[in-house]
């Protein structure tokens, strides 16, 4: 179902007047037009139906999208990569004014491929292997060499999250520490997306968790909830302030410390969680969730070696082939992880570019104030008259 320009031109000035009463706006995307808080920035604007793609390129239609923390700072202008910006969604149609569509993951399905695109059909699941794609958008023409096509066998949701969660887990797992079966691994945000990741592919290869979330009203059912994915043990970060914790983990863990604490919080509790390993261990940075700075002891880094890195699954790519990258999603693809826990909601085809763009703007206020408590993923359903 399609909307007429005529109709909406003056309620959504981010679209071109200059297109004919005939042409009918077919697609939605999010956009934004200057870096902010996503909760005003955001806007919604739709644009004509795509034409046939050229040569090599195929046209697709985003099915769900995830918004991913970093996709938060991009739109608020605190990240390094950004989506580039576009004055046209639609080949042939122009906008009044540039616009960035945010979204760096999503499942896109082909609708339609240029005659020079082999291997790909109408129906195949891909995703994308540009950086800032702007996959938070119902269609999109794109280049071939910027389509990466999936293994069969994964659920929607998991295919939607396969880019950057599942792998940034699967990395920071093999890259630091060599990891045998019984080694323990430490974790904060294990509850986040990649946490659950880490979990599970610990957990497939006898690899132990300790696991820190923050206290809730439902802690005890969180834990369980973790434990049933793999999670060896589960604590909150109010457990480091207890001196008799750190014995009864050096109990727990015996002759066979931990040497790897993957880090998405920051803040005084990771630099806490460190008295948990054992020598020469690896602290791996990959988030800073709490917006505080880490700070490591000093004597652990004279005494016991400790070392700290940075991971950032955006350089994995910009420096493994298109090769690596399908191996990996096949392996990622093998593990059958269960979906991160998600909710989805649709921006749906009656609403106005006004009620839509109220409706994502507050999808990321209630993101902001941590009100869904689990990965929250976009379906853009192409407007309606
Ligand atoms: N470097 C990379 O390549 C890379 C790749 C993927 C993800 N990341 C980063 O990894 C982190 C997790 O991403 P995700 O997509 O898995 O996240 P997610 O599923 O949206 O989960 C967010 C997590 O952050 C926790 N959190 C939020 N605010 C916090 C605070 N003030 N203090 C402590 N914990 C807080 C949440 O805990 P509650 O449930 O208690 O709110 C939850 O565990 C983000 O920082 C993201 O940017 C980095």
């Not at 004509?48 to 099915?63: E, G, I, K, Y």
């Not at 999208?65 to 700072?73: G, H, K, L, T, Y």
């Not at 046209?88 to 339609?112: D, M, R």
């Not at 999109?140 to 939607?160: G, H, M, Q, Y």
Request: with cysteine; aromatic share 6%.
């Amino acid at each position: 179902m399609f909307r007429q320009l005529s109709r909406h031109a003056n309620l959504n000035n981010l679209t071109s007047p200059s297109v004919p009463r005939s042409v009918r706006l077919a697609h939605r995307a999010v956009v934004f037009t200057e870096n902010g808080d996503p909760a005003s920035v955001l806007k919604t604007v739709t644009y004509p139906t795509l034409p046939a793609p050229p040569r090599d390129n195929v046209n697709v239609r985003f099915r769900i999208s995830p918004i991913n923390p970093s996709d938060i700072n991009v739109i608020e202008g605190v990240y390094p990569s950004k989506p580039a910006p576009s004055d046209s969604l639609s080949p042939g149609h122009k906008l009044h004014q540039p616009v960035y569509v945010p979204g760096n993951e999503g499942l896109a399905e082909i609708t339609e491929v240029g005659e020079n695109v082999k291997g790909l059909k109408k129906g195949d699941w891909v995703v994308l292997a540009k950086q800032q794609p702007g996959t938070w958008s119902s269609a999109r023409t794109i280049s071939v060499e910027d389509v990466v096509k999936l293994p069969v066998d994964l659920s929607e949701v998991n295919a939607a999250t396969i880019t950057v969660n599942p792998p940034t887990a699967y990395n920071m797992l093999r890259t630091f520490v060599d990891l045998k079966e019984g080694d323990w691994v430490v974790q904060n945000g294990a509850n986040s997306a990649v946490g659950q990741a880490i979990i599970q592919i610990s957990a497939s290869r006898g690899v132990k968790t300790i696991n820190f979330i923050r206290s809730r009203p439902d802690t005890e059912n969180l834990k369980k909830q973790l434990t049933e994915l793999g999670a060896t043990r589960v604590y909150t970060y109010d457990d480091l302030s207890d001196k008799s914790f750190y014995k009864s983990v050096k109990e727990l863990t015996g002759d066979n410390p931990p040497r790897l604490l993957l880090n998405c919080v920051s803040g005084p509790a990771t630099a806490q969680m460190t008295r948990l390993l054992g020598n020469n261990a690896h602290v791996v940075s990959y988030g800073a969730m709490s917006k505080k700075p880490l700070t490591l002891p000093t004597g652990a880094m004279i005494f016991k070696g400790l070392t700290a890195h940075g991971f950032w699954v955006t350089k994995w790519y910009t420096t493994h082939s298109r090769e690596e990258r399908e191996a990996l999603f096949a392996e990622i693809a093998k593990l059958k992880l269960r979906e991160p826990e998600h909710e989805t909601v649709v921006l749906s085809s009656s609403l106005t570019d006004e009620e839509a763009g109220e409706k994502v703007r507050e999808i990321v206020r209630k993101i902001g104030e941590g009100k869904y408590g689990k990965k929250v993923l976009l379906k853009i359903e192409d407007p309606e008259d």
